[in-house]
T-cell receptor
Framework: DGGITQSPKYLFRKEGQNVTLSCEQN?????MYWYRQDPGQGLRLIYYSQIVNDFQKGDIAEGYSVSREKKESFPLTVTSAQKNPTAFYLC??????????????FGPGTRLTVL | KQEVTQIPAALSVPEGENLVLNCSFTDSAIYNLQWFRQDPGKGLTSLLLIQSSQREQTSGRLNASLDKSSGRSTLYIAASQPGDSATYLCAVPLVSGGYQKVTFGIGTKLQVIP
């Protein structure tokens, strides 16, 4: 089955802890994205990567970090500097800029709660 | 900066009705527009993608149209069913600084009543 997997499904973080959310895709997509979703707000872009070893800050990157060492993987670390991290986090991928049909596909999401 | 607005925010219809969801965007220099469905607590499922050169795209009971010049897209759902109940989002990519960034609307929450 081709698709995007995210783990864990639920994550609980104590104050001051860093946590890492996993995102893996087997669609052979070049581009990957991390979004945050809060009630009553649209998806907001945290980070995106158009190609391996390259990534760009989105609209709300403060308190987050990413890496893109492999094409299939784009982990997101929520650091203690992120003051309000409780949210639903969604990872997505797409074939990449320049492709005729650069359609985004999403994973099932990770719900992060700060205790 | 691209802004995406979806109207209405919520919609409740009896089963069997045809309905239209609206999406408007401020920057018409787009190269496609994507419609998604999201069930509570789940990720987004892609429904339709319309290229900027297309006027409409169809998949089963769904039909999406795009009018770039007016900055509008509509998603038409025919013969609605209770299983169509979900939040529907539109997304518009814009190339900025050589990179593609996608802006999402807040969505329209649809309830189809049996």
């Amino acid at each position: 089955d081709g698709g995007i997997t995210q783990s864990p499904k639920y994550l609980f973080r104590k104050e001051g802890q860093n946590v890492t959310l996993s995102c893996e895709q087997n669609l052979n997509h070049d581009a990957m994205y991390w979004y945050r979703q809060d009630p009553g707000q649209g998806l907001r872009l945290i980070y995106y990567s158009q190609i391996v070893n390259d990534f760009q800050k989105g609209d709300i990157a403060e308190g987050y970090s990413v890496s893109r060492e492999k094409k299939e993987s784009f982990p997101l670390t929520v650091t203690s500097a992120q003051k309000n991290p409780t949210a639903f986090y969604l990872c997505a991928s797409s074939p990449g800029q320049g492709t005729v049909r650069n359609e985004q596909f999403f994973g099932p999401g990770t719900r992060l709660t700060v205790l | 900066k691209q802004e995406v607005t979806q109207i209405p925010a919520a919609l409740s219809v009896p089963e069997g009705e045809n309905l239209v969801l609206n999406c408007s965007f401020t920057d018409s220099a787009i190269y496609n527009l994507q419609w998604f469905r999201q069930d509570p607590g789940k990720g987004l499922t892609s429904l339709l993608l319309i290229q900027s050169s297309q006027r409409e795209q169809t998949s089963g009971r769904l039909n999406a149209s795009l009018d770039k010049s007016s900055g509008r897209s509509t998603l038409y759902i025919a013969a609605s069913q209770p299983g169509d109940s979900a939040t529907y989002l539109c997304a518009v990519p814009l190339v900025s600084g050589g990179y593609q960034k996608v802006t999402f609307g807040i969505g329209t929450k649809l309830q189809v009543i049996p």
